[in-house]
């Protein structure tokens, strides 16, 4: 099971180093970070992440703001943990239903306790691995594991599989975006992609090819920071050779 977190912090050398830290924690995937309350509210409702880190500094007020407003938009909120360099604002963050709040510098162990902590309290339903595709009577079940991408024909949407099977459904591209777990992500207006299936990203091309065979799919300037994103993750824990 992957956790997906986001950061909500205007400071960029705190961000890497909380990245640091989590990057021990390989079912930690990491989808992006916001410097500002409006930021992070786009950024939660874009990506709809398992757990939010958010720094509370001089900005604590309208951080706090940002997770009132989000009941406004979806059920279940993320999970919040907040970080500071003192107490000041743990009172707040218990008002506001933040899971956890840690203090800086930071402490491995207690960061460590968090995190298992956190692993055996999060819902069960976010283990779902199956999409059900229904139609009046029919119900077709895609185990979400073998799913290389999704592609958009008008009002409709093709699944590719992994097997070479392609599957219809009468949904548009933009209903599954918001349904699918954060390793799918939308690469071009036409194109959703299973990044687990990335094999190579050609910036010169504007392509992504996938493990699976010789295919490639095309990824536009709009959806740059997707790609930008999911290149970062998956260099984290390579050797590189570049010229």
Request: aromatic share 14%.
């Amino acid at each position: 099971m992957e956790y997906s977190y986001l950061i909500v912090d205007s400071e960029a050398t705190s961000n890497l180093q909380l990245e640091h830290f989590l990057d021990d924690y390989q079912d930690f995937m990491f989808l992006g970070h916001a410097s500002s309350g409006e930021e992070g509210l786009n950024s939660i409702l874009k990506f709809l992440p398992d757990v939010v880190f958010v720094r509370l500094n001089d900005s604590a007020s309208e951080y706090f703001n940002m997770v009132t407003e989000l009941y406004q938009y979806i059920k279940q909120l993320p999970v919040f943990i907040g970080i500071a360099e003192s107490k000041t604002h743990a009172y707040d963050a218990i008002k506001h239903n933040f899971y956890d709040y840690w203090l800086t510098p930071y402490n491995e162990f207690n960061i460590r306790k968090s995190i298992f902590k956190l692993r055996k309290q999060l819902p069960t339903e976010r283990e779902t691995s199956t999409l059900v595709l229904k139609s009046y009577k029919d119900f077709h079940y895609l185990d979400m594991d073998e799913i290389l991408y999704l592609k958009a024909d008008n009002n409709t949407t093709d699944f590719f599989m992994k097997d070479g099977s392609r599957v219809s459904a009468y949904k548009t591209l933009k209903s599954f975006e918001k349904q699918l777990p954060a390793h799918f992500i939308r690469i071009h207006q036409s194109y959703i992609l299973n990044t687990r299936f990335v094999a190579r990203i050609n910036y010169g091309k504007s392509v992504c090819f996938l493990k699976s065979g010789t295919e490639h799919l095309p990824f536009s300037k709009s959806y740059r920071a997707n790609i930008d994103s999911l290149k970062e993750r998956l260099s984290k824990n390579t050797i590189s050779s570049a010229n």
